[in-house]
Every structure is written in C-alpha cells, then in structure tokens.
C-alpha cells in the first residue's frame, strides 16, 4: 500500500472573502456597541449642560424683572439710575460665570466619544 501525500489548500478566494466580510461585520458591530455604550454618556452629559445653561437664562431674566424692580422701588431717591447699572452688573458676572463653565464642559470633551473615535482611528490606521 503506497502513501500519497495530500496537500491541504486554504479555504479559498471566497472563503477568504467569507471570513473578511464575517470579520468586518463583527468589528462595525463592536464599533456600534462602542458608539452606543458612550452614547448614553454623553446624554447625561449634555441634560447637565442644557441645565446650566437654562439656568444662566433664567439669572438673566430674573436679574431684569426683580432687580430692575426693587432698584427703581426703593433706591431711586437715594441712588438714582446708578443702582441699575450696578445691578445689571452683578448680574452680568452671574451670567458669565455660568457661561463659562457650561464652555469649560464642552473643552473638555465631555460631549464627545473619545473611545470610539479611537478604535476608528486605530481601525483607518489598520487598514490603510
């Protein structure tokens, strides 16, 4: 009885192109998953942001309506129109200080996905 050696071949052009297409499907998957897992970060993320802003808003309006009122009502015989001013300016400092800080969340990227944005770098440099 004689020994014929087999060769054993690879899967083959469309295996090849089988297991690409089930690999780059796992990894859009992954990135997906990735993608929505920070998602849910940025919300809460961005309900705070929305909220300090909603509250500069209402300090704005609120610094016009009462102080605007209770100035004129009970300093005007004494200060004249120099206690609006300085109303409107401690007002103002409350508004900017919100302001900034609602910009300092965006600055530090806490809208953003870092993680995700990542993995599709890393993914471009891989394939590239």
Known sequence: MEKTDTVVHGPGLMGGI???????????????ELAALEL???RNHAIELLAIFAGAVLAVWFALAYGTA????LAWDAMGWKILLVLFLVFLVITAVLVM????????????FPETMNELRNDRDALL
């Open 40 to 42: 849910s970060e940025v």
């Open 70 to 73: 209770t100035i004129v009502a």
């Open 101 to 112: 800080k609602g910009m300092a969340m965006l600055k530090q990227g806490k809208l953003a």
């Open 18 to 32: 089988s297991g690409l297409a089930k690999n780059l499907f796992g990894l859009i998957v992954s990135r997906v």
